[in-house]
């Protein structure tokens, strides 16, 4: 059983260019979570997201960046105009069923790489 | 929101000795609490986790205990070994428990000498 996919592995980008990571949850999860980890530091909440739905995005920054999971596809976090404090490693986490259902277990991606020049 | 924080940030371990690492929450409401491990360039790796209805769980090597009135809990590794080596991450829950986030610590590196 495939564990949660991500790709790009690693991503350079210049300042004010695009950048699309892709989260592929593992088979059966249809709950992702996005984190943002900053070197030497733990991760960081973004967005949680159920299929063509957005639950929480209250760790998102309002602006330049965006997350969609679409019913066919994978997960995507997309950051416009990157700048240099983008520098960091994403990574996305799928869950089987909700909180709700109080099942809380996160099962990480590899994580991209993410390095803005 | 809750906020977590763990100690130490380093440890270092002789082969077969214990380490242990402590992490305190804020949110008395929070009832999820894992554990990861995270090898240089890899995802976190969930290794253990402890609900709050549970004061211990054990499995192997490792162990968690909780204590909800102070709002601490803790890893336990006993028997270490070299690939234990890694950076470990304690996390807890969201209030509420119907948002699904985790916070947390801010990791312990652990290297464990042969």
């Known amino acids: 059983n495939a564990g949660v996919m991500q790709n790009p592995r690693h991503l350079v980008r210049r300042r004010g260019q695009e950048a699309r990571l892709r989260c592929s949850p593992m088979k059966g999860h249809s709950h992702v979570y996005w984190y943002r980890q900053l070197p030497e530091e733990g991760l960081k909440f973004m967005v949680y997201?159920?299929?063509?739905?957005?639950?929480?995005e209250s760790g998102m920054p309002k602006e330049r960046f965006s997350a969609e999971f679409p019913k066919e596809g994978p997960s995507i976090l997309r950051i416009q105009q990157v700048v240099r404090g983008d520098s960091a490693a994403y990574f996305c986490?799928?869950?089987?069923?909700?909180?709700?259902?109080?099942?809380?277990?996160?099962?990480f991606g590899p994580g991209t790489r993410l390095t803005v020049t | 929101g809750e906020n977590v924080e763990q100690h130490p940030s380093t440890l270092s371990v002789q082969e077969g000795d214990s380490a242990v690492i402590k992490c305190t929450y804020s949110?008395?409401?929070?009832?999820?609490f894992p554990w990861y491990k995270q090898e240089l360039g890899k995802g976190p790796q969930l290794i253990i986790d402890?609900?709050?209805?549970?004061g211990e769980k054990k499995d192997q090597r490792i162990a968690v205990t909780l204590n909800k009135t102070a709002k601490h809990f803790s890893l336990h590794i006993t028997e270490t070994q070299p690939e234990d080596s890694a950076v470990y991450f304690c996390a807890a829950n969201e209030r509420g428990s119907t948002l699904g986030r985790l916070y947390f610590g801010r990791g312990t590196q652990l290297t464990v000498w042969p």
């Open positions: 949110d008395s409401a929070s009832n999820y």
């Open positions: 402890i609900r709050s209805n549970v």
């Open positions: 986490a799928s869950s089987p069923r909700g909180p709700s259902t109080q099942s809380y277990e996160q099962y």
């Open positions: 997201l159920q299929k063509e739905n957005i639950i929480d």
